[in-house]
């Protein structure tokens, strides 16, 4: 399959986008180990999370799908059975990384395996720590690579202080310390996406947050069983959020998105590169806060993008660096050596398809150096095999003179389910007009007063 795309009519157009997929995998994960039943809402059925939900059914979870975005995940009290089969976490490697740290410390033993893309992906980050906590687990691929081969045995707490700021890895510790000895304690370099600890607590597991903002918890807690409504993704809005940002004029709302701020450093690069971007949370009585995003175009001008805001928009570089080819000056991203161990290597993959597309790109180590205000060009541009790659260039195209054809994207439905029609729609403009004006109730984000 592939997405043919030309050059967008003026944007003017109001939306929403499907569920969060990092909260819809953290929502039946901790809805299995609680004590009930547990109706979610706004789950993403995405090929990755579906991969969570079927791991889960195989030790023994009974979960209900009534509605495409409805789960009723019937919570055994911490109680899994030992899987019949071994565990197919298809490309997801959240699935991957969170279900080692879980069936670590079980009484059983599980083998975990994965599709092409995952079983290239380094599982030594996730291992290494879970030794520490006495796991018995090995990566029987080259280089720490799938399958994940585990021996439950009873795991101790401890402290762990992480190299890189991984939510995945955190998680995974997070929850094989839910079943440890003791208290197990989990430091990153820099604060990455927080709805482990958030939805742990939203089911009244205990975690603590340390003096030196570490993360604590305790062993031998039953999640105490709750409804949950999981927000739209920011990363699946950010598409939109980007194309619309980009262009001179152009004015989207997404609303009922997450709004988690370790999510959306997204929205303050948009506006350090020009575009007026306004956030509103209108609802956080879940925990997660959800609302109304407002973005209103501009001719956008290059940025730096570094440090500590690269974990808290990794999934968002792509089409970041989309916005920088069309932006005037040069925009640079760096410290972001994890786009490499990604679905596929972002850096070269964003750095081939933009200098396809006419645009001039230095590939960095950690980063990209991107001249923007090309004049991008319709080109036959690959996927990679990497959702968020194929999703990146067809915004792209909408920018480009001529046709842009995105191939192999079938890798969309990991993430995105709905991106093509979202896509028809703004590319053919039959999208409702808006009639409302902006909404006077919106608040300047944090990041534009600053
Ligand atoms: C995710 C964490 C991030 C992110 C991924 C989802 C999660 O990965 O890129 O798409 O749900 O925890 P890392 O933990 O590898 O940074």
Excluded at 222 to 229: G, I, K, Q, T
Excluded at 318 to 337: D, E, F, K, N, Y
Aim: hydrophobic residues 45%; glycine residues 8%.
């Amino acid at each position: 399959m592939e997405f043919r795309v030309k050059r967008a009519p003026r944007i003017e157009a109001e939306m929403t986008v499907p569920g969060d997929k990092s909260i819809s995998h953290r929502a039946a994960i901790i809805a299995a180990l609680s004590n009930g039943v547990c109706v979610l809402r706004g789950f993403l059925p995405s090929d990755d999370c579906m991969k969570t939900v079927q791991a889960l059914r195989v030790l023994g979870i009974k979960i209900e799908h009534p509605e495409p975005d409805m789960l009723v995940v019937h919570g055994k009290k911490r109680l899994l059975t030992a899987p019949s089969a071994e565990i197919d976490c298809g490309n997801s490697a959240t699935t991957m990384r969170l279900l080692a740290g879980l069936l670590a410390g079980q009484s059983f033993d599980s083998r975990l395996v994965g599709g092409a893309t995952l079983s290239a992906r380094p599982m030594g980050r996730v291992i290494v720590p879970l030794r520490k906590m006495g796991a018995n687990i090995v990566a029987e691929g080259p280089n720490e690579t799938a399958p994940v081969k585990i021996h439950g045995v009873k795991l101790k707490g401890g402290r762990h202080d992480l190299p890189i700021a991984s939510a995945q890895v955190k998680s995974a510790l997070l929850l094989a310390g839910l079943f440890a000895k003791g208290k197990t304690t989990v430091h990153e370099p820099a604060v990455s996406r927080n709805h482990t600890e958030l939805m742990l607590n939203y089911f009244l597991v205990r975690t603590v947050r340390e003096e030196d903002d570490s993360t604590s918890i305790f062993g031998d807690q039953v999640p105490e069983s709750r409804d949950f409504l999981i927000p739209g993704d920011i990363s699946s809005a950010a598409f939109w959020l980007v194309a619309a940002g980009a262009q001179p004029g152009g004015h989207l709302l997404v609303r009922r998105t997450g709004l988690n701020d370790t999510r959306t450093a997204l929205l303050g690069v948009l506006i350090r590169m020009g575009a007026q971007v306004r956030e509103a949370i209108e609802d956080v009585d879940q925990i997660e806060p959800r609302g109304t995003v407002e973005v209103t175009g501009a001719p956008l001008k290059g940025t730096v993008i570094q440090g500590k805001e690269i974990p808290q928009l990794i999934d968002e570089l792509p089409i970041l660096a989309v916005a920088g080819a069309l932006a005037s000056g040069t925009t640079i991203i760096r410290h972001a050596q994890e786009l490499r161990v990604k679905e596929t290597d972002r850096i070269a993959a964003i750095a081939h398809n933009l200098r396809a597309m006419g645009a001039q790109v230095v590939e960095l180590d950690d980063g990209l150096e991107i001249h923007g205000r090309a004049e991008l060009r319709g080109a036959r541009v690959a996927s990679f095999g990497d959702h968020r790659i194929a999703m990146a260039f067809a915004v792209a195209g909408m920018f480009a003179d001529g046709e842009t054809i995105v191939q192999d994207v079938e890798c969309v439905r990991e993430s995105y389910p709905g991106f093509e029609k979202a896509l028809d729609e703004f590319v053919s403009s039959k999208r409702a007009r808006l009639t409302t004006p902006v909404i006077s109730s919106l608040t300047p984000s944090k990041a534009a007063e600053e």
